[in-house]
């Protein structure tokens, strides 16, 4: 694969929401002053209680969606038009159950115009590099849930995206097979470039332990209307591995991501999984 020397900034300048009336009901504020930074080559998330708004977030920056408030600038520049400015991973794979793996892995290419069998050379020793080569024939159907996504994620990165945007891609998974493909994850971003920076990555997630071991840098919100209501520099060196959650540094960050979510949340009353308990209304 080539080196992902494309690898790009993204930008939220105080990014607002707003959802019109339905049957009489009051507009809906989604998110308000959303503000957000990821240098090329970075890995950062996005965390904060069901509703607040970070898919709202997640579907403007990937262009299905325009802001009411604010500016978005990808590689530094403001697009109005961002579809296809960057590659989208959604929780479910989305494979395509009438193609093979192999098949399914060269769908971008081959929307690019490359030849199928030119597609299958380029993917063949990708498939292999990261323990695909031996289903490269397989059916979606015939794959587990974890394979699935391993091949997802290898679709949305052949393209050697400059951004890949991650919609809390383990979130259906079992503890186990997350925590196997969280590491398949940290693996595959950092080899794109065979050991230079890989694209820069927006990741969406509820997951605490997920965000401190992937991230650069966590972005929590608040309750609806979503802002931004902490960021926190998670600074642990990487490459990072399984034994990294074991150390007293990734323990303090999690900590202080879980407490920075219970803060956000506190003065609304709301209960999150993520933080793990319950606050007092007014």
Known sequence: MAEPAHATSLELRAIGKRFPARGGAAP????NGVDLHARPGEFVTLIGPSGCGKST??????????PTDGEIRIGG?????????????????????????IDNVTLPLELRGVSRRAARQA????????????FSRAWPWQLSGGMRQRVALLRTVIGDPGLMLLDEPFGALDSITRADLQDWLLRTWSSVGDGRPGPTVLLVTHDISEAVLLS????????????????????????????????????????QVRHALQLAMAAHGEFSEAAGERKAGP
Do not use: C, H, K
Not at 91 to 98: E, G, H, I, S, Y
Not at 123 to 134: D, H, M, N, S, W
Not at 235 to 248: A, F, H
């Open 216 to 255: 650069d840098r966590v972005y929590v919100m608040t309750p609806r209307p979503g802002r931004i209501a902490d960021v926190i520099d998670i600074g642990l060196p990487r490459p990072r591995t399984p034994q990294t959650r074991e150390d007293d540094a990734f323990v303090a960050l999690e900590r």
């Open 77 to 101: 520049q403001p697009l109005a038009d961002r579809l296809g400015a960057s590659a989208y991973l959604p929780q479910r794979d989305a494979l395509l159950p009438w193609r093979r793996v």
């Open 28 to 31: 809906v504020l989604a998110v």
């Open 123 to 134: 993917a063949q020793p990708l498939l292999e590099r990261f323990g695909l080569g031996e």
């Open 57 to 66: 977030v997640f579907n403007l920056v990937a262009g299905l969606d325009q």
